[in-house]
């Protein structure tokens, strides 16, 4: 079965910083992907998913990118970080119609 | 109308205990469940899919009535470990994006 890694597990970052997390999938080829952020006590709001290399879709407009240059890999990025992106970002994958979906540990961004 | 809807809770109840929890979905076309828990600071996890029929895994029982567009788990004789936070999630219709409700928060006390 799939495992998906992503880190790192922290991070406390300055206001206009940039960000880049990864995310990496194994044990399965060509997954849907997608990025996740969890304000404290919210819901997960879809950010971003991925069918394939270099195809990305954005879910709202926003301080963020991604980018999938690899078939299993997926980064989210930001030129400049503002507070209102502190969360908790969680990489996914699942691999179509019906099936469910997995989680990487997910990374707790803190922007000061 | 959010894409998912759930009721935030808490629900508070004693070792023991029987609790559901209801979601409603807007999307007709949509056709994957799924419930998942969410441990504090931790990534969702898999409870369990649910399906037409209807489907059971131990002491968690799980409905899905497509005509009032409307998802429930059933969780039986209540134990500590329970507590958690309890996801819907519906994939979007026609789709395979999973969209999340924002959960139900459980807490089981002795």
């Known amino acids: 079965s799939q495992t998906i890694h992503q880190w790192p597990a922290t991070l406390v970052q300055p206001v206009g910083s940039p960000l880049s997390l990864e995310c990496t999938v194994e044990g399965t080829s060509n997954p849907n992907l997608y990025w996740y952020r969890q304000a404290a006590g919210r819901g997960l709001q879809l950010l971003f998913y991925?069918?394939?290399?270099?195809?990305i879709s954005s879910e709202v407009p926003q301080n963020l990118s991604a980018s999938r240059p690899q078939d299993r890999q997926f980064i989210l990025s930001s030129k400049k970080l503002l507070l209102s992106d502190s969360g908790f970002y969680l990489c996914?994958?699942?691999?179509?119609?019906?099936?469910?979906?997995?989680f990487g540990q997910g990374t707790r961004l803190t922007v000061v | 109308r959010k894409e998912v809807e759930q009721d935030p809770g808490p629900f508070n109840v004693p070792e023991g205990a029987t609790v559901a929890f209801n979601c409603t979905y807007s999307n007709s076309a949509s056709q994957s469940f799924f419930w998942y828990r969410q441990d504090c600071r931790k990534e969702p996890k898999l409870l369990m899919s649910v399906y037409s029929s209807g489907n059971e895994d131990g002491r968690f029982t799980a409905q899905l009535n497509r005509a009032s567009q409307y998802i429930s788990l059933l969780i039986r004789d209540s134990k500590l470990s329970d507590s958690a936070t309890y996801l819907c999630v519906v994939n979007r219709g026609g789709s395979y994006i999973p969209t999340f409700g924002r959960g139900t928060s459980l807490i089981v006390h002795p």
């Open positions: 991925s069918v394939g290399i270099g195809q």
């Open positions: 996914a994958c699942n691999l179509g119609l019906g099936t469910e979906a997995f």
